[in-house]
């Protein structure tokens, strides 16, 4: 997985800037965008968008509901606390309707859970849309601002998330100034499906649009990097797909570039 300092990460600060200053404008709450898999939707929105975001002033919360595609309430109840107040996770569940000490099982919890405590997720789900609400109520009391980044958001379009997706709708509606969210996916379709169905939750909540993918740049810097062998990276700039294979470092881009698209 790429980090911060990952050497072979192409910084994208000026796609970051133009997201955030098209949240500042305020014509819009909400953005929604796909590309197809490996575009580096997922690079950006983690090592780009959300640490410009927190130079910004934001709070910042990820999550990938791709993580865990059966809970994602969960997943978006702890991304928004991880932001907000991080300390306080435990203590939170434990004050939620179902109390925690309830609640049984032996599943592996999902990021930030005390892993010594053993909790039926299922369990946990059915107490995802108070944990959602009280969430962005703890959001409120941060004083700062919150981008919300959901990556692979089209799980929240399944039938059976369909409670989780009122809930979070619900709170994101009347918090609109002082959060933002971003959606992210890589089925177009999904996506869609999920914001112009007129029963759905998100109908019409977000503008849909294509993730801005790699292009040249990208190849020309990554051919630039230090003692690397990249023959073949140069060659990519110069065909279609926009594929760069990096030799010697078992290391493989699979990029498109703006003209592919
Ligand atoms: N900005 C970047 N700099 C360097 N490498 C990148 C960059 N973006 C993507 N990559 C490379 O491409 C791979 C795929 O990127 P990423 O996981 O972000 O794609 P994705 O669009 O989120 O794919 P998926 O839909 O499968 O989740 C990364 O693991 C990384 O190796
Ligand atoms: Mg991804």
Not at 18 to 45: C, H, I, N, P, V
Not at 143 to 149: A, T
Not at 166 to 188: M, N
Request: net charge positive.
């Amino acid at each position: 997985m790429s980090t911060p300092t990952d050497p072979w990460h192409f910084p994208r600060p000026e796609l970051a800037q133009a997201y955030l200053q098209g949240f500042d404008l305020g014509l819009t709450s909400a953005r929604g965008l796909f590309a197809r898999r490996r575009m580096g939707k997922s690079e950006f929105l983690k090592h780009d968008l959300l640490p410009a975001a927190r130079k910004a002033g934001y709070l910042a919360a990820y999550t990938n509901l791709w993580d865990d595609t059966e809970h994602p309430g969960q997943a978006l109840a702890t991304a928004i606390l991880l932001a907000v107040q991080p300390k306080g996770l435990g203590r939170f569940w434990e004050e939620l309707n179902t109390p925690i000490g309830k609640l049984k099982g032996g599943a592996k919890l999902p990021l930030g859970f005390d892993a010594s405590m053993e909790l039926d997720l299922a369990a946990k789900e059915k107490a995802a849309v108070p944990a959602i609400q009280a969430a962005l109520q703890a959001a409120d009391k941060a004083n700062k601002r919150l981008l919300l980044v959901i990556d692979e958001a089209q799980v929240l379009a399944a039938p059976q998330h369909k409670a989780v997706a009122h809930s979070l709708r619900a709170g994101l509606d009347i918090r609109k100034p002082a959060i933002k969210v971003l959606f992210a996916g890589s089925s177009e379709a999904a996506l869609r499906e999920m914001f112009s169905r007129s029963a759905a939750p998100f109908y019409n909540w977000a503008p849909l649009e294509p993730f801005p993918l790699l292009g040249r740049e990208f190849v020309e810097a990554t051919v630039r990097q230090p003692g690397q062998r990249c023959q073949a990276a140069a060659e990519a700039g110069r065909c279609a797909e926009g594929l760069c294979r990096v030799e010697g470092d078992a290391r493989v881009f699979f990029v498109g570039t703006s003209s592919a698209t």
